[in-house]
């Protein structure tokens, strides 16, 4: 057998048991995919002493390779949401997982100053601490580009490795540690989380209200100050017994009931301009207008504004909502359609059926995957991650290397969604599939290339100590930014939980967080709205350590 050959059946060996011991479960708790990195552990070990040697170019290829694929699926999978995250309905929760991060790094830097931890181990510590494989690859990268050598690389592997274990039980205790400092009812904050914050969970609301205003009488709906001020859509009016889809240019008339949806801050401003709620149904039962939702797959609809498709002059339709990668806005006419968006529409049925042969609303094409922007996207990524930064007094230049690069190219690429024909959309089990394999084939080797002194580092060497760093890194800015939420920031203890489980960018904690309540969206909520932030700062952060400590 070819050495190629073997690395590739060592390779497969490591992922099979990897993901076995993944699987795990110690009072619902398991390792989940860092699991092949002790797989790989566990063979690297038995590799180096029967003296089997594996073929090195295929392991590092394997390995840059992978840690490509999986930080660019995870660009594309939180792009989208990642500037929407950074509104000021979640600046206070980012605030705090920011502060969670940032904290990590100072006691990083204390630990390596106080104690001269060698450069290579305190980023690996850091990175198990805080349970993020992508901060492994990336603080790999940026030391390989410092000029470290190989062998400073494998202590990488072994610090993230003692640390990691620690990392998914100190996010766990700190939520024990909280409700019991807190004594904590959990019913009772999950009840107080519905009555304050329940309304979140939908992002758009809609409300019927009666024109009673005798200054709006006559007026156009493009004239209504309260309906051109805030984003509101008006999807419907009706006048006596008969419902029409407005335009910009109807007129409204007293008693007209209107349908209107938008923001909840929004749609009561503009009950006070206009009139009255009511309880009268407009709904589009017995009549001629339906309600339906379409999938935007046409290209050649993919970048133009809704207004450019003139779909209430030229159809009689309205566009009430438009859900983006699951997050609802409202559809403005500057709203840019990328691939992949949901439109509801409120027409008459034939107008609905022509307006969905513009947009295409092919549903098999949400389970295709365009290749072209792929190899486009991570061909820019490893491009700009290419390019060296020189900063004034550093003695090399910097990089934003295979990590660094593709993650924010991901990102803007998502953002954008397209050009021309091309678009960055990607079927949610595809980019699973893809983020899967490039985080097993990156940690499989990883675990081979440490697995060799991993053992003796254990025993006889400092990995206690190393373990113990990772324990300091881990529970000082889970803990104090716990507190800091709870005391001065009054947020709710399933909030600050999901908060937590998402600043570890941790699904086993998330997990734990929803059992505390499973009927309560609390915690799901809150660590969907900082994950996008904090990934990409979970990426950054050891480069940044890497530089500033190398400099020091």
């Not at 570890?504 to 505390?516: I, Q, S, V």
């Amino acid at each position: 057998m070819s050495d190629i050959a073997l690395s590739i059946s060592i390779l497969a060996l490591v992922a099979v048991l990897g993901l076995w011991i993944g699987n795990w479960r110690i009072y619902g708790v398991g390792l989940g995919i860092g699991g092949v990195l002790f797989g790989g552990i566990f063979v690297g070990h038995f590799t180096g002493t029967w003296g089997i040697a594996l073929d090195s170019n295929t392991l590092h290829f394997i390995q840059e390779f992978g840690l490509i694929l999986f930080v660019y699926t995870i660009g594309i999978q939180v792009g989208p949401g990642f500037f929407a995250s950074l509104r000021s309905s979640g600046l206070k929760l980012n605030g705090f997982a920011a502060l969670i991060v940032l904290l990590g790094c100072l006691v990083t830097i204390a630990l390596h100053q106080l104690f001269d931890v060698p450069l290579p181990v305190i980023l690996g510590v850091f990175s198990g601490a805080v349970t993020n494989t992508p901060s492994l690859g990336a603080g790999q990268q940026i030391l390989s580009e410092l000029g470290a050598q190989e062998g400073m690389l494998d202590l990488t592997g072994m610090g993230y490795a003692v640390a990691y274990p620690f990392g998914i039980c100190g996010i766990l205790l700190t939520m024990w540690t909280l409700r019991l400092a807190f004594r904590v009812n959990v019913n009772k904050e999950a009840d107080e989380f519905e009555i304050h914050n329940g309304h979140k969970k939908e992002s758009l609301h809609t409300i019927n209200v009666a024109v009673k205003n005798p200054n709006l009488n006559g007026l156009m709906l493009m004239n209504v100050p309260a309906l051109t001020e805030g984003d509101i859509v008006c999807s419907r009016l009706k006048r006596e017994d008969r419902l029409y889809v407005p335009k910009q240019n109807t007129h409204i008339e007293t008693n007209d009931l209107l349908h209107l949806v938008g923001d909840k801050t929004a749609l009561e401003k503009a009950r006070l301009v206009i009139g009255e709620e009511v309880d009268a149904s407009l709904s589009t039962r017995g009549t001629e207008l339906r309600v339906q939702r379409l999938v935007v797959t046409n290209e050649i609809v993919l970048g133009k504004k809704i207004r450019d498709l003139d779909l209430k002059e030229k159809y009689d339709v309205v566009v009430s909502r438009l859900n983006r990668a699951g997050v609802e806005l409202v559809p403005t006419s500057q709203s840019t359609l990328q691939f992949g968006d949901i439109l509801n529409l409120v027409g008459k049925q034939e107008a609905i059926e022509a307006v969905s042969g513009i947009v295409g609303n092919a549903h098999q094409k949400l389970q295709q995957v365009q290749m072209l922007p792929v190899f486009v996207g991570i061909g820019l990524g490893v491009l700009l991650g290419s390019i060296p930064f020189y900063l004034p007094g550093f003695p090399a230049a910097i990089k934003l290397g295979l990590a660094g690069g593709p993650l924010i190219v991901a990102l803007i690429l998502a953002r954008i969604g397209s050009i021309g024909k091309m678009y960055w959309f990607m079927p949610p089990s595809a980019n699973l599939a893809l983020r899967e394999i490039g985080i097993v084939l990156f940690l499989a080797v990883v675990g081979l290339k440490s697995g060799g002194g991993f053992i003796d580092t254990l025993v006889n060497g400092d990995g206690l100590s190393w373990m113990g760093y990772g324990i300091l890194i881990t529970a000082i800015p889970l803990i104090t930014v716990g507190f800091i939420a709870r005391i001065f920031g009054q947020l709710n203890y399933l909030t600050i939980c999901g908060m937590l489980a998402g600043s570890m960018t941790d699904p086993p904690a998330l997990a734990f967080a929803n059992g505390l309540h499973p009927t309560s969206g609390a915690s799901a909520l809150s660590y969907a709205t900082v994950y996008p932030l904090v990934m990409c700062l979970r990426i950054l952060s050891p480069q940044l350590l890497a530089i500033l400590l190398w400099a020091m």
